[in-house]
């Protein structure tokens, strides 16, 4: 385990469901991500935390709301979600200044039905 | 801007062979570079990075980096092959920027195929 929890590790909801992904670390980091990975496109970067507060967001349609209560935890609550966004959903945590990096969680995978 | 360029999609090569999987970045100032490994349905797993230093650097499971600033490179390499080293791999740079100076800008990844 890389210090970044995340649950679930599988998802299938419908399109009028309401859900929510999370995302936990202990290793004393101030900034969070959530990325989204669908197959054969880049890395999308959706939302960046840093202490707390929301400081991106990527035109991510307002179906995604992502929730940061403390430096530990990160939410990202779903509804009316769309079959094409069938993804793998990254949380990723890191010290503000970057220096060490990113730490990835292992991911939910994702399944719009 | 900043940006970091993979030009290969997917790499082949056959086990005990070297490997490299080719990356290139484009910032202002110093970069801070990073190489990660991703795994059928897993998160990205660090393997090295390079800040300033040295300019070959040694990383987990036997992979290596050359940072070179001419060519504004930093190509990951391995003297011998793994069929288990068959992965996504990422290569990324830290955007400098006072306003968003703890992002990385991932490349869009290099498949790395190594065959029996």
Same mark, same amino acid.
Not at chain 1, 21 to 32: D, I, S
Not at chain 1, 41 to 56: D, H
Not at chain 2, 1 to 15: F, K, L, R, T, W
Not at chain 2, 78 to 107: E, H, N, Q, T, W
């Given at each position: 385990?890389?210090? $970044? ?14 859900? /929510?992904?999370?995302?936990?670390? !202990? &290793? ?26 929301? $400081? ?14 403390? /430096?530990?935890?990160?939410?990202? !609550? &779903? ?35 | ?116």
């Amino acid at each position: 385990e890389t210090g $970044v929890t995340q649950t679930p590790r599988h998802l299938v909801m419908g399109m009028t469901n309401k859900k /929510s992904l999370k995302c936990e670390q !202990h &290793l004393g980091h101030n900034a969070m991500y959530w990325y989204k990975q669908s197959a054969k496109k880049p890395l999308e970067l959706m939302f960046v935390y840093s202490l707390e507060e929301r $400081v991106e967001n990527n035109s991510v349609p307002s179906r995604f709301s992502p929730e940061c209560p403390n /430096s530990s935890h990160l939410f990202l !609550h &779903l509804h009316t979600l769309q079959p094409e966004d069938s993804a793998l959903y990254l949380c990723a945590s890191s010290q503000e200044t970057g220096y060490y990096g990113y730490t990835f969680g292992s991911g939910t995978r994702l399944t719009v039905v | 801007a900043q940006s970091v360029a993979q030009p290969e999609d997917q790499v082949n090569v056959a086990e005990g062979n070297p490997l490299t999987v080719k990356c290139t970045y484009s910032v202002s100032g110093n970069p801070y570079l990073f190489w990660y490994v991703q795994y059928p349905n897993r998160g990205l797993q660090f393997l090295l990075k390079y800040i300033t230093g040295d300019n070959l650097v040694k990383g987990s499971y036997g992979f290596e980096a050359e940072f070179n600033k001419s060519q504004t490179s930093f190509h990951l390499k391995k003297p011998s092959a793994l069929v288990s080293d068959s992965a996504l791999y990422f290569c990324a740079v830290r955007d400098l920027r006072m306003d968003s100076s703890y992002k990385l800008i991932f490349g869009s990844g290099t498949r790395l195929l190594v065959r029996p």
